[in-house]
């Protein structure tokens, strides 16, 4: 018999250890594994990390056999892991209401359990007794199904487990937006049971959606049935979070150790890999000890003082925490790991001969990992007065499965039985390393064959859709729909993904389904609701930012493919000629580099071979010519219960519209000879075969309608499909001149019925005669305020017209005209909403930034922490907006701009914690009066009339900081064209270097007349506007002026003379609405509170108490500082405050000591503007000058003060500081230079 080698008996000690620890404790039905001996409990996270030592050496066996029977015992161990692998999915699958249900919710109370009984697998505690979400834990199972799946195990077994795990999948793609509670089970520090959103539990989802995408569960022998599909969006969402957020670990932990895992072993989430050493930096200084880290900051669990009696922590007593926090020897085990994956041998050398030392030998030579190491009773202050200097003990679990399993992996992977590769199939570990360029390939289809001659003109070869076939081209809302049934199983009753907007890495593939290639557009080119799509430019930015965004962020094998098509809205000229911005970016896109991105055009047909492409296997039909869901519902049928059924909650007239729709998109008929030759049968066969192909065609269309597919004619190509709507035939400005009866007529002069009352059908037929577009909609605005919008106007051709379909076709017109103010105006009425809306708002909530919505003060501004629904949140911006149309639909506008900003350049956004939407929409229309040098009124009504792409353009420049400038121009139609555009250096813009600029002006001359939409009025010579504007310039007015927001005449920019002169003002009021500060700010206000009792700003108080409950790198004390600043409704006032705390912030660094009372700020402010209107005064300055804002007292003329030089306001707030705290400073203190 041979003999044992040296290998071979240090693998059998491992065997041994493994056995003593982990094994002897496995259920034997279940194959769970319980906490300890005496607690049978079996959490989620702790079984799948305590599994993993099993694994590892079952694979070192199979590696290393001397003998068969170390096969068997390979063997052996892996049919543990797969137990205990099933046992846990056995729990989950108890638990498929829930995952239903919280697909839809998001709650807590719908999540799945975070623990379960060790011998049943039922649950063992309340769904309200516990912090059971917890999406690190059902993340990191469905990571380790996968890596465990790829290196051969066979963990599934059924079409209906897969089915579950896919929903599994969409029950974790969310966690870029859901609070939860974290790998520690307690959510906010205080152990009060608030939810966060938490950096470990966003890295692990990213992670297990990574591993899964496109893997089989089956394995080697499985078909398409039974692939995991995974959005790459919903990845990419999870990716920037995270990168969000690191170092901080949550908002109310400014660190964890528990990030270990997410930028190393075993998630690799992290791709940047400076991120990486800055995150792992931050832990070593702030938590690593003497016998390992602490979990967080101020971690009171097990700590000699901590009340085993209650959960929770009362606020202050966090402090009391400090520097006693447990040290656990577990992350010294992930310190292993990452180093042998970095091949860091020093690092695993250093943290083994540490790891060793905390080690608990016991007879036998067996090591054990214990829980934690804790600071005795005896020796609290000794350890507060010397950090890390005192002998611990060790408490908690002996062993601690979680740690004693990594050290095994760890040990096994250093002494060389195992590779590091093998505990990581599917290759994570190389996520930082950067990948290849990427080409990204743009296939150019034209709408119809006369906007394809119309390219040909201009030398650019396109395809129409009816040329590419037999690809099939579709808007992305029908992958959306497609990708619903994904994961459906009606015997389980899970409805698959819910229905969410596809975005372009979605869209950037090719699909295969039955067979048939599906190219899908854009979702920016499939805006149903909103008129974003209405404006080419923005349709050509939004083509450049996620040609950027694929270059950055695409993964997939093979090259991403955007379908971009072009429409007849994109043509100029009565459809001759090609709308110049779009021109422009095709032949970019010809000449292979477009904003940032390698870009490559060509047809469709050439790009299949080099681009991606995936088969939508659960859409194929069944052998009856069903899909597998279907025959599962017929099988369903025949065993179904009361209780499934009600639970079962789908919505299956949109599933059955899909499944009609795509099955007569697909349909084939076979051409069968003709068996009749006579001429009269032939025609009769002709006539019935165009008849039925007519009703297809008609019916295929109705389908498309339902789907909500706009531009049927495009991705339906039949002349059939051009069927008219609802048509008032009102009468267009070519056709007939002014009637004289508007024209003379006023407000008094509107007609109105017998009992008095406004006659709304008069009104109709003058609205037929009327040639102008604004009196139309002037008219029918009347109409909508006096009868509502679903007033039936009794039309004779059409009896059932309403109101809204009067709109609607006014809508489209202004449309066609490019009218953007009426555009607005209209959409306001008909109470349009973004379609994006939620996920504008969830993306810029998940980057950490609060959103108010509505002008100052409160309760008329509304705040926003976290995701709503898309109709709650449609409903409280109404609300907010007081039910002035304009501002509802600019909040819309502006918080989906801010999100594409968030995603593209994140950096905008530094140091600003809430963004106040309706101050921000205040200052863009204060920007435009003043680069206009018009009143505020004209101002707002000019920030209504900008294309969506000029006001996203503002919105940046307010954003940086950059300088811009403003141009007024007169169309053919003497309507005013405002444009926004950058300025260099020199303050002129492209075409004034141009001498563009100059010949504009002389073409304006010519025409004085100033148009804005609206009513002609004969008596006064002038349009009465009609513009909703109106409104909302009144509450802008009112809230600029209002002795509650500011009562400055400064802020009425139509007062400005010169640009020149406002220049700090205004740069003040931005960064005051933008809630913008200095870095390191909120750290520096955190140190000042420790010297003071608090700070206060007009009777609000930020007491120091804060400092006791939250450190200074926390998210949530910055979110409390910015509560404490939005007290004061005056954005230049508030900024002028933050200088003050800041001037005051200086004095931490001096010897300064504790000041027992609260600093009053805006004394300071104010003893600084007197010391600066007395020096001004003796200088010679006169009132005028010197004017003051009667809201705060302040001089204008120091909100206009740059902050350094003489008359600097820092210089000011110096002085005006050193006398309000002069008997608090040290003997030898400051002297003011």
Known sequence: MRGRSNSGVRLDYYARLVSNTILCHQNSVTGLLPATADQQNAWVRDNVYSILAVWGLGMAYRKNADRDEDKAKAYELEQSVVKLMRGLLHCMMKQMIKVECFKKSLSTKDALHAKYDNATCDTVVDDDKWGHLQIDATSLYLLYLAQMTASGLHIIFTLDEVNFIQNLVFYIEVAYKVADYGMWERGDKTNRGIPELNASSVGMAKAALEALDELNLFGANGGPKSVIHVMADEVQLCQFILQSMLPRASPSKEIDAGLLSVISFPAFAVEDIELVELTKQEIITKLQGRYGCCRFLRDGYKTPIEDPTRLHYENAELKLFENLECEWPLFWTYMILDGLFNKNQQQVEEYREALHAVLVLRPGGIHLVPELYAVPAEKMAEEYQNPHTVSRVNMGKLPHMWGQSLYILGSLVAEGFLAAGEIDPLNRRFSTIPRPDVVVQVAIIAETEKIKKVLEKHGISVETVTEIMPIRVQPARVLSRIYARLGYNKRMALSGRPYRHMGILGTSKLYLVRDEIFAFTPQFVDQQQFYLALDNRMIVDMLRTELSFLCRCWRKTGRPIVTFPILQSMLIDDGTSLDPYVLSTLRKLQDGYFGGARVHAANVST??????????????????????????????????????????????????????????????????????????????????????????????????????????????????????????????????????????????????????????????????KCSSLEEQVEIIHLIYVTKGIDWNIEHDQYPEMTVYDVLMELYTKAGNEQNWGLIRYISGMLHKKLEELDEACTTLLSHQKHLTIGLP?????????????????????????????????????????????ARTEPNLFAEMFRLRIGLIIQVMATEMSNCLKCSGKSGTQSLMSVKPSDLKTLLHHILSGKEFSVEENIDQSTRTLISIHDVDHTGATKSERAGISKLKLEMMQMDKRKFSPGVFNTESGTFKTFDDSDGLHEALKQSLMSSEFT??????????????????????????????????FYQRVWRMLQKCKGLSIENYVLHSSTTEEMTPGEIKFAVQVETFLNCVPQPEYRQLLVETILVLTMLVDIDLQYISRTIHIERIAQTANSLFMAEQTALGADDGMLEKDPATGICNLLYDSAPSGRFGTMTYLLKATAIYIEDFLPEDGCQVQ
């Open 607 to 768: 790009l299949l071979v080099t681009s991606c492409c995936t088969r939508l296997s659960f859409m194929d039909l069944g052998p009856e010519g069903k899909t597998v869901d279907d025959l599962s519902d017929s099988f369903y049928q025949l065993h179904s219960t009361e209780k499934l059924h009600d639970l079962f909650d789908i919505d299956l007239e949109h599933r059955d519209d899909l499944t009609v729709y795509l099955n007569k998109l697909l349909e084939k008929k076979a051409t069968k000879p003709a068996l009749l030759s006579s001429g009269k049968k032939a025609s009769l066969h002709r006539f019935r075969a165009a008849a039925h192909a007519t009703r297809d065609v008609v019916s295929l269309a109705q389908k498309a309608k339902e789907l909500g597919i706009q531009n049927v004619s495009f991705y339906l190509r039949n002349s059939l499909l051009n069927e008219s709507s609802y048509k008032l035939n009102i009468a267009t400005a070519s056709s007939t001149p002014d009637p004289p009866e508007l024209s003379a007529m006023n407000t008094k002069d509107l007609p109105t019925d017998k009992s008095g009352e406004l006659d709304c059908k008069a009104l109709m037929e003058l609205l037929k």
């Open 857 to 901: 003060p409160e309760p008329r501004e509304r705040t926003i922490t976290a995701p709503l629904p898309y109709d709650e949140l449609a409903k409280l911006i109404e609300e907010a907006s007081d039910k002035d149309h304009s501002l509802f639909i600019l909040t819309q506008e502006v918080m989906v701009y801010l999100a594409m900003y």
């Open 1047 to 1080: 009562s400055s005449d400064e802020l009425d920019v139509g007062d400005f003379v010169d640009v020149r002169h406002g220049q700090w003002l205004r740069r003040r009021r931005i960064d005051g609405a933008l809630n913008r500060v200095p870095i390191g």
